[in-house]
């Protein structure tokens, strides 16, 4: 049988904004030694400003800025990757999804579609090589989506995207509740991953990662704490379901996050705000010293 103060600690958790599924889930929030974040809607709100625009195609106005926005906005009109909703508001027309045909979204590096009978390719540079375009080497600060139009590059639009007001303090929290260890995995850029994870006082940083890069990174890092504790990870994307499944426990973003996250996590956030995450070990480990 399950003891009362379980049912008092999750239900503590909830009023707090925190989903807690089930009673060993609250045991092993107890136990959490490590903890791996995904970056982009997780501790960065995955809200992006288009920064600036650059087209290549000198040669060929026909590629303006604004068609390379309109073009970027239209491939991504379907997509629910933060990158692409806001590519799509900062183009900020209603787009005519009749114009496009052939989509297709690759996790972790971008989307691809025909528009107007051209096939148009948006994301990192990983896509632009996977299709045989050579983007530029840009040496700016950002999240950079580069964009080809008929297998031609055309252009990038840098965004940047912002840590979450409470990412800091939440893993200064961490530490103070025995945390040992905080990593952060990524799809994103070198640079982008080094600046964000220093920001915040995280430990150990990996960038470029694909979807099923992350999962491999994540069962490393169980192998090397086996013994100490309980390895978390906390994440918000599509692409994060499989990582939040191989977690000892998986943690949800709620509010922005994907269904596919929030059915696979164990503990979702409410409101997204990573400061819960210390607050429902604490509560965690509250009820489980009752229980002992
Ligand atoms: P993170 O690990 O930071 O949450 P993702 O794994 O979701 O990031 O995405 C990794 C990278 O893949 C992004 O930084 C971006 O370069 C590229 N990417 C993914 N989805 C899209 C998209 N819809 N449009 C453009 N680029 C994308
Ligand atoms: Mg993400």
């Known amino acids: ?10 239900g503590g958790a909830s009023r707090e904004g925190v989903l807690v599924k089930g009673s060993n889930v609250l045991e092993t929030l107890s136990k959490v030694r490590t903890v791996v974040f995904d970056k982009t809607g997780t501790m960065t709100q995955g809200v992006f400003e288009v920064n600036a625009f650059h087209d290549h195609n000198d040669m060929d106005i026909e590629y303006s800025k604004t068609r390379l926005l309109e073009y970027a906005a239209i491939v991504e009109s379907s997509s629910s990757h933060p990158i692409g909703k806001s590519l799509l508001r900062a183009y900020g027309h209603n787009v005519d999804h009749s114009r496009m045909s052939n989509l297709r979204e690759i996790g972790g590096l971008g989307v691809t579609a ?5 096939t148009v390719a948006a994301g990192n540079e990983k896509l632009m090589k996977s299709i045989g375009v050579t983007p530029c080497h840009c040496h700016t600060a950002g999240t950079i989506v580069h964009i080809a139009i008929d297998g031609e590059y055309s252009g990038h639009i840098v965004l940047g995207d912002v840590v979450k007001p409470t990412s800091a303090e939440a893993v200064a929290d ?11 995995l990524t799809g994103d850029t070198h640079a982008v991953a080094v600046q964000t994870a220093e920001k915040l006082g995280i430990d150990k940083v990996y960038s470029d990662l694909l979807p099923a890069d992350k999962v491999a990174r994540l069962e490393t890092i169980l192998k090397v704490s086996e013994g100490d504790g309980k390895v978390a990870f906390v994440g918000d994307g599509i ?3 499989p990582v939040l499944s191989r977690a000892d426990l998986g943690i949800a973003m709620g509010a922005m996050g994907s269904d596919a996250a929030i059915e696979a996590a164990d503990v979702v956030l409410m409101d997204d705000d990573p400061m819960k995450i210390g607050k429902a070990i604490r509560i965690s480990r509250r009820c489980l010293r009752i229980v002992w």
């Open 114 to 118: 025909v528009i107007d009978g051209k």
């Open 1 to 10: 049988s399950i003891p009362l103060s379980f049912f008092a600690g999750i």
């Open 174 to 184: 961490l530490r103070k509740s025995g945390v040992a260890q905080t990593v952060m």
């Open 239 to 241: 692409n994060d379901a």
